[in-house]
């Protein structure tokens, strides 16, 4: 068994060596073969990003005049914006850009159209517009269902506006998306949480394809220490036709369309990051490589934290970097920041950028570039 691992460790070696030395400096993005193994949540071969069309250097942001007490996460959706608490009422909505108050609504509790746990508004959530409202589906981890938050009338009712969708999904999911009517996209721990599988939930029937198969053959050997290595955000596009995958402790990403018509593995450094060798990392020396991502029609963005956890624990050394592709992977644009935050979201109508650092609570606005117009 000895023989076998180094065996199996010199030909990774090999491989990244290879794959190094065959990056060329004026490509902005380069292909390369990786290893089809349990180390590897990817596809056949990965599209490293050695660089991007533009950088943009943002200036420091400038605090909001306003208090945000108790918020833990926001998303902005048309002019509104849903900022996540943990007050019984958790969801307070403002109206952009002069943050005017427009209520809270969601109540704690354990009634059907209540809530076991506080809902982030930016995750397990879909927001669409429907005529002349915008809608919310919410997933509750907790119990299993699905509840559509009316926002518009309740933002004039002043009181919730809710409807129970589905009340018999699957309990602590780990990634939710909602594909169509009656039909999702998940992930769920298994193995003693060893693995993270993907699966398509149509009519209360369970199944998979030969993509979903090819990401779900990653595994890490302990479950209980090391599942965060495969924990992820995942997000649907706009149009509903394709999926990206961010790992918070992984320096690569996945996109693709369930239909296997796009299937890509991008990385942002040419040696990927090796689960098994993770492993064996001491967890404050293990990189804490994104911290969210926000998809818009055209183009997703990414925050690239790239950090020591116990620098992130302790005195943050990187400054973040937002990372911009369009929906085909394609890299557009990075920007630089000056101020350390976890968490993001575009104003894209009125040119901001809204950040968050849930490490000291400052919430700032920034001024964005034209291009992202």
């Known amino acids: 068994m000895k023989i076998k691992s180094r065996l199996n460790q010199l030909v990774f070696l090999m ?10 400096s004026d490509q902005t993005i380069f292909v390369q073969d990786v290893p089809q193994n349990s180390n590897f949540m990817t596809f056949d071969s990965v599209h490293v990003v050695n660089k991007f069309p533009k950088i943009h250097a943002i200036e420091k942001g400038v605090s909001l005049d306003k208090e945000f007490i108790g918020m833990k996460d926001f998303e902005i959706v048309d002019s509104l914006m849903v900022v996540s608490t943990a007050f019984p009422k958790f969801w307070s909505i403002y109206q952009l850009p002069a943050l005017d108050s427009l209520g809270s609504f ?51 009712l002043g009181q919730d506006s809710l409807e129970l969708v589905d009340y018999d999904l699957p309990l602590f999911l780990f990634d939710f998306l909602i594909l169509g009517p009656d039909h999702y996209f998940l992930r769920q ?36 220490l090391n599942m965060s290595l495969m924990a992820s955000m995942t997000r649907l596009s706009p149009e509903r036709d394709k999926i990206l995958e961010m790992y918070f402790r992984l320096n690569y990403f996945n996109l693709y369309a369930l239909d296997g018509s796009l299937k890509k593995t991008i990385a942002i450094e040419p040696n990927l990051d090796d ?45 973040p970097e937002i990372l911009i ?49």
């Open 275 to 319: 689960l098994s060798l993770l492993e064996k990392v001491p967890q404050p020396e293990r990189n804490y490589r994104f911290s969210d991502v926000r998809v818009y029609d055209d183009f997703f963005a990414l925050l690239h934290l790239n950090e020591l956890e116990q620098d992130f624990a302790t005195e943050r050394k990187s400054l």
């Open 189 to 224: 721990p298994e193995n003693q949480e060893t693995k993270q599988n993907r699966y398509l939930l149509f009519q209360g029937k369970l199944s998979s394809n030969a993509l979903l198969d090819q990401l779900n053959r990653a595994e890490v050997s302990n479950g209980m």
């Open 15 to 24: 491989w990244a060596v290879l794959m190094a030395c065959s990056q060329k």
């Open 106 to 156: 969601l109540s704690l509790g354990e009634g059907p159209k209540e809530f076991a746990d506080p809902s982030i508004a930016s995750d397990k959530v879909l927001f669409r517009s429907e005529r002349n409202d915008i809608t919310a589906l919410i997933y509750q981890f907790s119990k299993g269902n699905l509840i559509k938050f009316n926002l518009n009338p309740s933002i004039q």
């Open 325 to 373: 592709f369009d929906w085909e992977g394609n890299p557009i644009s990075k920007l630089v920041f000056e101020d350390f935050f976890t968490s993001f979201d575009f104003d894209l109508a009125n040119q901001k950028v809204y950040t968050f650092d849930s490490q000291t609570d400052r919430f700032k606005v920034h001024e964005l570039p034209l291009i992202l117009n």
